[in-house]
Each structure stands twice: as structure tokens, then as C-alpha cells.
């Protein structure tokens, strides 16, 4: 049996087949389309005709999808979304949506109502649940909001609430019906997990799409037996009916992709690793085998969120990066690109476009196109362009460093061509043999998550006791998400004593790791 994983970048749909030992059996790279699903198709098809094996041997396919993001980016395809949040009257002082970009709160339909509910930071009632002034609520947007986002005031405390409220829409407009309860979403923070869920909310309509097209691309491949999963931001697995209920969590997976693969292909738990593309240089951090996640708020298409996301840097430096000579003779490099079209566009594939990829093949760092074709750069134009590549690479590199210490990178992606060979700050490159692909790698050899991030008061439950219901609840995630239970193990424990609370309440972090079931 095999597994086949496709991730699709901002320049490339990378494509690969690996055994049941997770060793390469076929890979290929075929452009990003402008419409994502013939691109996909392509490098499946790719895949399937280089590795000769038969589709109905493959019983497990993984896909990293930009389209989520780009749905928010481009404000398509978004739902209406009603948003009920359960904290009246505390909080009107500030409304839902208050700071969000105007166009999109028109795609989402900027309908919120405020009803009396959810708790105080310690547990105590702030006010109690009105169940009808919420039934009142869904009868007047009745044919107006196509999935329902439920906020209640510190759920991360008491989810009871929102799991009410959740009924209720379900009573109303039918079991089927999307509801997103911003518990399973963001942390701690009423306002940025309510923008979490609204999204989530808004995004059913894009992963059913994205869902069904991918099938539907499988099936005509002949991929009949295949169990589907998508990336989460994590650098984990999930189903994709999880997926459905929680297309956010693919927001931010194709730099995590990288990273898991780049762990698994250099043999490395810790370190640095950075993935250039055609457009954009990642990097992330790998701590245990996984991508560090971010401790600050991310903004995701201008909107404050504060569900987890990895800590990944990006600068506007790959291997289509449009190179310019400046009046004053100086070189710069990006942030634009060529992207897809650099097979185009690019001088060496006879464009007329100077890039990155063209000062790597004059410089002799890169054996791609015709090399004759960048013999009229000058040689000046050529080491500055190199130079102002090592500077970009090399300060991104220290603002991800934790200390003063030269330290490992793992090098990878398509565009790594570009990079040179030494680096300020860093001791040694590893660059594995199939690290242009990753990301595919990673996509494919994941495992599965869950995830837990909840309050406890000490003072009212007995600390192993909280450890352990929150471990168990993370390990229901993973179960959910696709995981077999007798491979369940904690990977990730993390305790925040909460400042100047008397109940010595404590943010509780517990992520649960399993192998696909």
C-alpha cells in the first residue's frame, strides 16, 4: 500500500508517492495553476504515470491547500455568518466585527447579535444563558446566514454554553446546519477568539468545495481506496470531515509541510530550517520534531485571531524574485515575482525577466535552462544580486535565532538553488537530496493531532486531575481527527499560571499525537 501527498504552493503543486516504509517511490513538481485544480490534477497524473503503480494501491492521500487562505486574501466564496456572542451586557463597549477590513464584513455579512450569557474569569456566572432571547435571534436570520459562530465570554473556562447555543441552531435550521463553538477555536481572549470562529465560520462553504473537487480528481485517477486528509498548521494530520468543521486550522500548513519534511529528510528534531519557494522564503523552527508555534496574536487577511499558528517568518525572496538594477546602480531583489510563469518569463528559459534563479545559474550556484542565455548579465550586476540574496537570507535567519550561537539550518525547497553556500551565523547547511519537495514529504508522513487549550482553578480541581481530563479531551480530538487510539502519546504540556487569581487558575496546553487509523 502506498501514500500519495500533494501540496500546492503559491509557485508549485508538488506531487509524491512514498511506500509503506515512507520512502520516495516518485516525486514531481508541476506549476500552481491559476485555477489550483487543473494544477493539482496535473501533478497527479504526474505521479501516477512516473511511479507505474497501481491508483488502487494507494490507501491514503494528503493534501496542503493554499485555498483557504486565499479565500480570506481574495474575499471569495465566504459565507454569511451569523455571530451570536454570549456576554451581555459586559461587553458592548466593544462590538463584533469592530476593526475588521469593511469588505470583508460585507462578504460575511456583518450580522452579530450580543444575548446574556458566558462566565466570569474565574468561573462565576456572569450572566445567565437567555435561551430565548437566542431563539428570537435565529428566527429573524432565518434565510439570511448560511452557518452560525458561537462566542461565550471565558468558554475556555466552561464550554457548556456554546455547546447549548449549538443545539439550538441545530433545532432551528437542522443537524446539518455549520455551527462553530470559538472553544474548539481560539484561546483565551474574547475578541481575537471570536474573529477565529467568524472566519472558521465563513470558510465551510470554500473546504466542502476544495473537498469535493479533490475527490472527484482522485476518483478519475482511479484513487478509489484512498482515506482522504488534509495539513493543519501544526505540521499534523487531519480527516477530512474534521477539516470541514475546522478549515481554519489549514491556514499556515504549507510552511509546516516543509518543515516536517525537512525534519524527517535531515534525520534532525531541532533546528532551523528554511524553505524557499518561487515567491516567498519560510522559516520555521523545529523543537522536538514539530514547528514552534507562534505566542503572539496572528493576523489572518487583517483580522487580530488568536487560534494556533506556527511561528513562520516570510520575506519576499525566491526563485521567480524579480532582480533590478536601481538608478544609483545598486541591486534589489523582490519582493515581486515571476511565480509560475518563471519557466516563461525568466531569462535563462529564454524571458526577459532578470531573476533570482538567473543570478544563481551566472554565479554557477544552479544548473537549470540554458546558461548562455545569462551570459549578458554583468558580472557586477551578478555578485551584487548574489550579495543582496545572502544579506536577506542571513538576517532573516538571525531574527529566528534564539541565540548568539551559529546553529544548523535545513535547506529546502524548489528555489533553494539560490541560496549560497556560506551563510553568516550559520555553521553548517544540510540540504537533503529531495528537499524540493518537502513539503509533499512532510504532508505525507504526518501524523495526527489534538489539541487542548483550556483554564483550570486549582483551588476547585485537584491539578492531575485537570492534567488529565485536558490530556483525555486532547487525545478525543485526535481520535476525532483520524488517529488510532492505542497510538496515542503527549507530545506537547504546557502550564500558565494566571497572575493575581485567587483560585490559582492556570492555562492548561496539551497536544496528543497518533498514527493515522
Not at 134 to 155: T, Y
Not at 161 to 171: C, I, P, S, T
Not at 469 to 492: I, R
Request: proline share 3%; charged share 20%.
Amino acid at each position: 500500500m502506498y501514500r500519495l501527498g500533494i501540496d500546492v504552493g503559491g509557485t508549485n503543486t508538488d506531487a509524491i508517492i512514498l511506500d509503506e516504509e515512507h520512502q520516495v517511490v516518485s516525486f514531481v513538481k508541476r506549476h500552481t495553476s491559476l485555477d489550483v485544480g487543473s494544477g493539482i490534477e496535473a501533478a497527479l497524473s504526474a505521479v501516477l504515470d512516473d511511479s507505474g503503480i497501481d491508483p488502487k494501491q494507494i490507501n491514503a492521500v494528503m493534501l496542503g491547500t493554499t485555498q483557504i487562505t486565499n479565500a480570506i486574501v481574495e474575499r471569495k466564496k465566504i459565507a454569511k455568518v451569523g455571530v451570536l456572542r454570549l456576554a451581555y451586557p459586559a461587553t458592548l463597549s466593544i462590538k463584533p466585527f469592530t476593526y475588521w477590513p469593511q469588505d470583508l464584513v460585507e462578504k460575511l455579512g456583518g450580522l452579530y447579535s450580543v444575548v446574556p450569557g458566558g462566565y466570569e474569569y474565574d468561573g462565576q456566572i456572569l450572566s445567565e444563558l437567555d435561551e430565548e432571547a437566542v431563539k428570537k435571534q435565529l428566527a429573524e436570520w432565518q434565510g439570511q446566514v448560511e452557518s452560525v459562530a458561537v462566542i461565550g465570554a471565558f468558554s475556555s473556562l466552561k464550554t457548556d454554553q456554546e455547546a447549548r447555543v449549538a443545539a439550538l441552531v441545530h433545532e432551528a435550521y437542522g443537524n446539518e446546519f455549520p455551527v462553530t463553538q470559538s472553544a474548539e477555536i481560539g484561546s483565551i481572549g474574547l475578541i481575537q477568539r471570536e474573529n477565529a470562529s467568524i472566519l472558521n465560520a465563513g470558510l465551510f462553504k470554500v473546504i466542502a468545495t476544495t473537498i469535493t473537487g479533490f475527490k472527484q480528481a482522485l476518483a478519475d485517477k482511479g484513487v478509489a481506496n484512498a482515506d482522504l486528509y488534509l495539513t493543519q498548521n501544526d505540521g499534523t494530520l487531519m480527516t477530512a470531515e474534521f477539516a470541514q468543521r475546522f478549515p481554519i486550522l489549514t491556514i499556515g500548513s504549507g510552511p509546516t509541510n516543509s518543515i516536517r519534511g525537512a525534519a524527517y529528510l535531515a534525520g534532525k528534531d531541532d533546528a532551523i530550517v528554511v524553505d524557499i519557494g518561487g515567491t516567498t522564503t519560510d522559516l520555521g523552527v523545529l523543537k522536538n520534531g514539530f514547528p514552534r508555534e507562534s505566542a503572539i496574536a496572528v493576523e489572518v487577511g487583517g483580522v487580530a485571531t488568536n487560534f494556533r499558528m506556527p511561528d513562520i517568518l516570510s520575506i519576499g525572496l525566491g526563485g521567480g524574485s524579480i532582480v533590478r538594477v536601481q538608478p544609483d546602480g545598486s541591486v534589489t531583489v523582490g519582493p515581486d515575482s515571476v511565480g509560475y510563469e518563471i519557466t516563461e518569463k525568466a531569462l535563462c528559459f529564454g524571458g526577459d525577466t532578470l531573476t533570482a534563479t538567473d543570478i544563481a545559474v551566472r554565479m554557477g550556484l544552479a544548473d537549470v535552462g540554458d546558461k548562455a542565455k545569462v551570459y549578458g548579465v554583468s558580472q557586477e550586476v551578478a555578485e551584487a544580486g548574489l550579495a543582496e540574496i545572502k544579506h536577506m537570507i542571513e538576517v532573516a535567519i538571525d531574527k529566528m535565532k534564539t541565540s548568539a550561537d551559529d546553529i544548523e539550518i535545513i535547506l529546502v525547497g524548489g528555489g533553494a538553488i539560490i541560496a549560497p553556500d556560506h551563510l553568516a551565523g550559520v555553521a553548517k547547511v544540510i540540504a537533503p537530496e529531495k528537499g524540493g519537495v518537502a513539503n509533499a514529504i512532510g504532508a505525507s508522513i504526518s501524523q495526527i493531532s489534538g489539541t487542548v487549550d483550556r483554564i483550570y482553578p486549582y483551588t476547585k480541581i485537584d491539578r492531575e486531575e485537570a492534567l488529565k481530563q485536558a490530556e483525555v479531551e486532547a487525545g478525543e480530538h485526535a481520535k476525532t481527527a483520524g488517529a488510532l487510539p492505542d497510538t496515542l502519546s503527549v507530545v506537547e504540556r504546557e502550564e500558565i499560571p494566571l497572575a493575581y487569581d485567587p483560585n490559582q487558575s492556570t492555562r492548561v496546553k496539551i497536544k496528543v499525537v497518533g498514527e493515522l487509523a
